[in-house]
């Protein structure tokens, strides 16, 4: 059984820093792509950052860009988010994705359960 | 970056009836768009992709259509567990963005 589980949120001031881990298992981590997705209290789901299988190719959301990095470690079948220089803004439940690839698509078929990230003034 | 805008922000429907969710892009993703159902306190669950594929074990009431810019869920007739918030999401072109999502509420 594919299973995410996403841990090390919490509550830190503005300017702080927290990091977060999708911990996986039930599939070869190695051989996926993932993905952090947010939604912040009252709002959509917004994506925030990608790294490809081999760590390789990293993209993120121009919100985060500069503050925040991807990372993961494929021995320890885990997806990290390091998160600096917090801002209220940034309040929000954090999900960790996979991408399923068939032909040309490209969706995210199993999430986690979210850890949630508040960051006070 | 492609924007994603779904409409209507709110859906009104009873349980039995139809329901038609639509979602546009802001310039053609081909027919590279997925719907989620996203319910408070669970993972978003992945209904459909390549815009009209049911993922693994989603009901055949459910049903997804378009391509290039205009695409649309639908949900044949609605279960008491449909009722939740909808997404779409484009994966044409990175930025992988999501639309604001429809809420799908009891009527």
């Known amino acids: 059984e594919v299973q995410l589980g996403e841990s090390g949120g919490g509550l830190v001031q503005t300017g702080g820093s927290l990091r977060l881990s999708c911990a996986v298992s039930?599939?070869?981590?190695?051989?996926?792509?993932m993905n952090w997705v947010r939604q912040a209290p009252g709002k959509g789901l917004q994506w925030v950052s990608y790294?490809?299988?081999?760590?390789?190719?990293?993209y993120y959301a121009d919100s985060v860009k500069g503050r925040f990095t991807i990372s993961r470690d494929n021995a320890k079948n885990s997806l990290y988010l390091q998160m600096n220089s917090l801002r209220v803004e940034d309040t929000a439940v954090y999900y960790c994705?996979?991408?399923?690839?068939?032909?040309?698509?490209?969706?995210?078929?199993?999430w986690g359960q979210g850890t949630l990230v508040t960051v006070s003034p | 970056e492609i924007v994603m805008t779904q409409s209507p922000a709110t859906l009104s429907v009873s349980p039995g009836e139809r329901a038609t969710l639509s979602c546009r892009a802001s310039?053609?993703?081909?027919?590279?768009l997925a719907w989620y159902q996203h319910k408070p306190g669970q993972a978003p669950r992945l209904l459909m992709f390549?815009?009209?594929t049911r993922a693994t074990g989603i009901p055949a009431r459910f049903s997804g259509s378009g391509s290039g810019t205009d695409f649309t869920l639908t949900i044949s007739s609605l279960q008491s567990e449909d009722f939740a918030v909808y997404y779409c999401?484009?994966?044409?072109?990175?930025?992988?963005?999501f639309g604001q999502g429809t809420k799908l509420e009891i009527k």
């Open positions: 994705a996979r991408i399923y690839y068939s032909g040309n698509d490209r969706p995210f078929d199993y």
């Open positions: 039930g599939f070869t981590f190695r051989s996926y792509d």
């Open positions: 790294i490809s299988s081999s760590g390789n190719t990293i």
């Open positions: 310039q053609s993703v081909s027919s590279n």
């Open positions: 390549g815009a009209s």
């Open positions: 999401q484009q994966y044409n072109n990175w930025p992988f963005l």
